[in-house]
């Protein structure tokens, strides 16, 4: 005998159930009960489930967005770590002829572990970095040329600018995924009086009830027909193997 206690359960509060496929389920779910309306008995259902479907549509296409942005900005400051790391290997050999050579302090002030520092730079390191290649530029711009002083000089607060976005955007993505997370409860909590609902209105008409829902559409398709296989449970037209 199943537990008594899962008869109570929220089904839809499953990790296994991605949220596109909710919104699947529950869109077909409208459609379904739509297509029975004859006598407008599912008015009710109708009304409560389209605007939570909405919502959570609408938060799903934000985060969406939202997380193309990040990947955007992402590879913008990996550009830009990728930028520095160049400059500064590629631009060695000149700001050495600069400031008097390799053994001098203005070099040691640009380079005190050697180039390869810059060369196996990470991002945690590029705020320490690139400060210290502003600050080096500043103490050495009367024998670096305008060109090469502008270029030092901007890193860092091109970093700042790039890396502060990126923040921003990924504080966007936690902030809706906590609203996403509500709306999604909001729309398994209808979907779930609907189920007790049609079982109050139909009981023991198993047939009947699992007519107005596809729950293979929760699943991938391949876990899904082996379980109704193996189950017996009803396939999508709601009738038993």
Known sequence: MQAPEKLFENIFN?????SPRLANFTS??????TAANATNEYDLFIAQLTPLLDTFSNELGELATTQAQQKGKTLTVNEQVKAFKNTMSNKEGVIADAVGGRKTAGYLEFYPKGVTEYSNATKTQMPVLVKRVRMATTANADK???TLTALLQGFEASWLSQRGEQQKIKGTISDNRTDRSDARTALELALLKLIHSLATKFPGDVEQCMALFNFNLLEGVTRSKKKIVSSGVGNADGKKS
């Open 14 to 18: 499953d990790v296994r159930i991605t």
């Open 28 to 33: 077909d779910c409208i459609n379904r009960l």
């Open 144 to 146: 670096l040329s305008p």
